[in-house]
């Protein structure tokens, strides 16, 4: 628990914990309650958006790997969106403390570790929120998509929905050189970032 004199700093953060895995969520949150942080939670991507739309959180933690909207496609949407949000990305698919390519995050915590190192994360980020800059490079983010599985001659594709006209096309899936992929809107001709989101019941 934090000291009388600390509370009040760790209480200004508030924490969107996003997780499909209940245990997790509950754990995560006492976790960050414990020490004084405001913790919502939710258990998807999309009710991740509704809890954003009731109050705007200080900072989100979430997973990678949720059925629906993963959290690849969370987080992109909220760098968009929401640019000024800090986010902790979080899963067990990845190691170490880099962030994995293409993830619109500012840190990551790799699920399974020890949680003082998530603690000290959430502490290292929150205590730089007063410093965030909003730049044109943090917008710079690929808008992560899920495959849409196969057209009629058998090729691999994805629905690709512009974000500046809010069309969208089909994008055939080519051999890449990595996993960020970029093309054009075939609409408004505005460039576009893109990964693909490999379904997969992992955590």
Partial sequence: MP????AMSYLRASILVVDDQPIIRMCLSELLSDHG??????RDGFSALAEIG???????VSDLNMPGMSGFELLSVVRRRFPSIPVIAMSSQFSGVELPPGVAADAFYEKGVDPCILLQIVENVTHAI???????T???VP?????????PPGEPYVMVIC???????????GVGSGPIHHTNCLHCHNPIQYAI????VAA
């Fill in 3 to 6: 000291r009388q004199g600390e």
């Fill in 37 to 42: 942080y405001g913790v919502r939670s939710a």
């Fill in 54 to 60: 009731k109050e705007v959180p200080d900072l989100i």
């Fill in 130 to 136: 007063t410093l965030r800059l909003i730049d044109q």
């Fill in 138 to 140: 943090r917008l710079s």
């Fill in 143 to 151: 808008i992560w998509i899920p495959s849409n599985g196969h057209d």
């Fill in 163 to 173: 974000s500046q006209c809010l069309r969208s096309f089909p994008q055939g899936i």
């Fill in 197 to 200: 989101v490999h379904t997969s």
